[in-house]
């Protein structure tokens, strides 16, 4: 839907797909409720944090915040 008005790149999903394999290990492989949750709120956390930062800043704590919940807990919050 976005070719009329965009260059058509092989690149065109990838920050969709990036911000959900986030969301995926986060919330836990398998459980939609978990993936539910936690996509609502780094949706949350992300407009906060580039109101407040730059937006790379706002990217890096996400990924971080990912790679925390790795080390703390890998199979994700909720566990189907």
């Known amino acids: 839907l976005m070719v ?3 260059l058509f790149t092989p690149m ?3 920050n969709v797909l990036i ?12 459980s939609v409720t978990g993936a539910v949750v936690v996509g609502i709120a780094i949706g949350l956390l992300e407009v906060l944090l580039r109101s407040l930062l730059i937006d790379g800043f706002a990217q890096a704590i996400i990924y971080s915040l990912m790679i925390v919940m790795l080390l703390i807990r890998p199979q994700g919050l909720f566990q189907p």
Do not use: R
């Open 4 to 6: 009329p008005i965009a």
């Open 12 to 14: 065109m999903g990838q």
């Open 19 to 30: 911000k959900a394999f986030v969301v995926v290990v986060i919330g836990g492989m398998g």
